[in-house]
């Protein structure tokens, strides 16, 4: 089983809709949880980090969920703006560099 | 840009040569990164320097993969003796820690260096 899970999509979604997808982590004591897009060959920006209580930036809201070992991204009024890749990344332990795992991302694909 | 800066932006090589790529980071980031993603996967952890020093590396890592960062400003990524199996896209990212010890610090890519090794 791999340490981060996701599923690689693509979602194909119409402009304006909602579209959420979650990200499982295998380390139970895994410590901090974030949200990068990637873009088509482009390098990996931060999206949002994700807190234990959840938190919203705009449209996008990232969900933590401990007991099941996942985390989750909605994104509300989808623009053609939001196609790209998204890669969950789960750091494993804050004192290691190492132990931070890159998902192998979920691809978006925003339809006029 | 005060970005984060890498070159070149691409190297075709032949199977056995040596090839080197820099990373200039963002001036005031005191870590550096170094990853390798391959196409459809996640960036894949390399190594990590905090200033000059080189504190961590991943077992990816073979002894043919050497990276400096000798003033604690830019870094380099050596392979020696490449091998097709190198072939991928080499990323280098900076943050700044503010004095803290964890890495929860939000981390700033450059554009990535793509090997092509023949």
């Known amino acids: 089983r791999k340490e981060v899970e996701q599923d690689p999509g693509p979602f194909n979604v119409p402009e304006g809709a909602t579209v959420a997808f979650n990200c499982t982590y295998s380390?139970?004591?895994?410590?901090?949880f974030f949200w990068y897009r990637q873009d088509c060959r482009k390098e990996p920006k931060l999206l949002m980090s994700?807190?234990?209580s959840g938190n919203e930036d705009g449209r996008f809201t990232a969900q933590l969920n401990r007991a099941s070992q996942y985390i989750s991204l909605l994104i509300r009024d989808s623009k053609l703006s939001d196609s790209a890749t998204y890669l969950c990344?789960?750091?494993?332990?804050?004192?290691?560099?190492?132990?931070?795992?890159f998902g192998s991302g979920t691809r978006l694909s925003i339809r006029p | 840009d005060t970005g984060v800066s890498q070159n070149p932006r691409h190297k075709i090589t032949k199977r056995g040569q040596n090839v080197t790529f820099r990373c200039d980071p963002i001036?005031?980031?005191?870590?550096l990164y170094w990853y390798r993603q391959t196409l459809g996967q996640g960036p894949e952890f390399l190594t990590y320097?905090?200033?000059?020093?080189?504190?961590?590396k991943s077992r990816l890592l073979s002894d043919r993969f050497s990276a400096e960062r000798p003033k604690g400003s830019f870094s380099t990524l050596e392979i020696q003796r490449t091998e097709q199996g190198d072939s991928a896209m080499y990323l280098c990212?900076?943050?700044?820690?503010f004095g803290q010890g964890t890495h929860t610090d939000t981390q700033y890519f450059g554009p990535g260096t793509r090997l092509t090794v023949l």
């Open positions: 990212a900076s943050s700044s820690d």
């Open positions: 380390n139970s004591a895994s410590q901090s």
């Open positions: 994700v807190y234990s």
């Open positions: 990344v789960v750091n494993k332990e804050n004192s290691s560099a190492s132990k931070i795992i």
């Open positions: 001036s005031e980031h005191n870590r």
């Open positions: 320097f905090q200033n000059e020093a080189q504190l961590e």
